[in-house]
């Protein structure tokens, strides 16, 4: 969690000067800026390192206050949910970027 954590340190502020000229742009603007490998790159590693970062977290989470088959259930579901929001924004990505 501590790499992570480290990793985000970089990645957001990269993120957010990559992202923040692009807001209220047109929309072809927008896929051509994204078009460009290093926009598409640190949006995607953006969104790979928070999605795992957010699942130790909330994992860590659920490990101190869900107990017996509950807790794997959550675990199992939260793995889902994140590795699935993390394929839905890398796909999106890639729609734009090729």
């Known amino acids: 969690m501590k790499l992570s954590s480290a990793g985000l340190l970089v990645l ?27 926009p598409a790159l640190v949006a995607a590693l953006t969104i790979i390192v928070g999605f795992k970062h957010f699942r ?26 994140s590795y699935g929001a993390m394929a839905a924004g890398l796909f999106a990505i890639a729609k734009i970027a090729l």
């Open 12 to 38: 957001v502020p990269l993120f957010i000067f990559t992202f923040g000229p692009m807001l209220g742009a047109p929309h072809a603007e927008v896929v051509a800026y994204f078009a460009r490998p290093f």
């Open 56 to 81: 130790d977290g909330a994992q860590i989470m659920l490990e101190d206050y869900v107990h017996g088959t509950a807790q794997k259930i959550c675990i199992m579901a939260l793995t889902l949910l």
